[in-house]
C-alpha cells in the first residue's frame, strides 16, 4: 500500500535559517504529493502540491519539487520566521481511478523558530 | 462559503456511550473523509466516501460508522466510546482524489 516517510522532529531553528523537512513516499503509479501545515488549535491546511514529475509546488516562500528518480518531495525554505511555526504534513493522494477518495499522510514534523 | 465546519469542538464521553460527530460542507465536494490525530502518529484514515451512497472504510475503522445520505453531510457514530477513542477528529473533504483536501476545525474528544 501507499506510504509516507517524514524526516523526524522536533525541528528548532533561528529566524532566518533554511528549512529542509524531508519526505519520501511508496506508491503504485502516479500520486499527486501534498504539504499541509497545521497551526496550534487549527485544522490543517494545503501549503503547496505537486501533481506530476518534476513539478515544483511553492507558496509563502515554502517550496518542494516531486522528484519521482528519488521518490521524493522535500520541503524547503530559504529563510524562515517565527510566524512558521507549525506542525508540516507530507501527504500522497492516490491517481485517479485508483484508492479514490484516500489520502496517506506522514507523521508530522513539528517546527519551532526562535527570534 | 462556510467550508468545512464540525461540531461539538470539544465532547467529553463515559466509556461505553454513543454519540455522533457532525461535519457538513457546502463546496459540493463528492470526496469526504474522517481522520484521527493522536499525538505522534500522524493522521490515520477511519471512513471515507467518495459520493453520496458510497462510503468505504480506511486505516482504523473499528469502533466507527459513516453514512453519506447527502453531499454535505458525513456524520461519524462511535458505537460504543473507550478510552482508547480519545483523539482529535477531522473530517477533510476535496473535489477530487488528486486535489488538495479542505480541513474543519476539528473536534476533541475524551472518553473516560
Known amino acids: 500500500g501507499n506510504s509516507v516517510t517524514q524526516m523526524e522532529g522536533p525541528v528548532t531553528l533561528s529566524e532566518e535559517a533554511f528549512l529542509t523537512i524531508n519526505c519520501t513516499y511508496t506508491?503504485?503509479?502516479?500520486?499527486?504529493l501534498f504539504w499541509y501545515v497545521q497551526y496550534p488549535g487549527e485544522g490543517l491546511q494545503l501549503l503547496l502540491k505537486?501533481?506530476?514529475?518534476?513539478d515544483k509546488g511553492s507558496n509563502k516562500g515554502f517550496e518542494a519539487t516531486y522528484r519521482k528518480e528519488t521518490t521524493s518531495f522535500h520541503l524547503e525554505k530559504g529563510s524562515v520566521q517565527v510566524s512558521d511555526s507549525a506542525v508540516y504534513f507530507c501527504?500522497?493522494?492516490?491517481?485517479?481511478?485508483?484508492?479514490?477518495?484516500?489520502?496517506?499522510f506522514g507523521d508530522g514534523t513539528t517546527l519551532t523558530v526562535k527570534p | 462559503n462556510a467550508g468545512v465546519t464540525q461540531t461539538p469542538k470539544f465532547q467529553v464521553l463515559k466509556t461505553g456511550q454513543s454519540m455522533t460527530l457532525q461535519c457538513a460542507q457546502d463546496?459540493?465536494?463528492?470526496?469526504m473523509s474522517w481522520y484521527r490525530q493522536d499525538p505522534g502518529m500522524g493522521l490515520r484514515l477511519i471512513h471515507y466516501?467518495?459520493?453520496?451512497?458510497?462510503?468505504d472504510q480506511g486505516e482504523v475503522p473499528n469502533g466507527y460508522n459513516v453514512s453519506r445520505s447527502t453531499t454535505e453531510d458525513f456524520p461519524l457514530r462511535l458505537l460504543s466510546a473507550a478510552p482508547s477513542q480519545t483523539s482529535v477528529y477531522f473530517c477533510?473533504?476535496?473535489?477530487?482524489?488528486?486535489?488538495?483536501?479542505?480541513f474543519g476545525p476539528g473536534t476533541r474528544l475524551t472518553v473516560t
Open positions: 501527504a500522497l493522494s492516490g491517481p485517479l481511478n485508483t484508492n479514490a477518495g484516500k489520502s496517506t
Open positions: 463546496m459540493n465536494h463528492e470526496y
Open positions: 506508491a503504485t503509479g502516479y500520486p499527486s
Open positions: 505537486a501533481t506530476k514529475a518534476d
Open positions: 466516501s467518495v459520493g453520496a451512497g458510497i462510503t
Open positions: 477533510a473533504s476535496s473535489y477530487s482524489s488528486s486535489e488538495k483536501q479542505y
